[in-house]
């Protein structure tokens, strides 16, 4: 049991360096709506199969498990997406001024 998990486990993470190279190449936010919006139709589509059909149990929780690794990268696009946007935004100059404090006297 423990090598499968080993196994599913190294399958996770070639599947995060393939998203990050994926979201490295993709420059523009439209792209990488399309490749969320089309991650999020794979998820509904496998939640509606496993509500009509009848599968094994051990079907059943690695379709689970896929379904976790298709938010996971949704949710990888969406943070590489947020960072291109805080790039875009413009940056505020703070400009300091100096203050004098005077007291007053007596």
Known sequence: MGGRREKGAEAAKRL??????????????????HFVNAGMEVVQAANVALSQMEVPEETRARIKKAEKE???????????????????APKKKTELKKVEIKRKSK
Do not use: P
Not at 70 to 87: G, P, Q, R, T, Y
């Open 16 to 33: 995060e360096r393939h998203i990050e190279e994926l979201v490295a190449e993709v420059t523009t936010k439209e792209t990488m709506t």
């Open 70 to 88: 298709v938010l996971l990268a949704a949710k990888s696009f969406i943070d590489a997406v947020l960072m291109e946007l805080e790039k875009e």
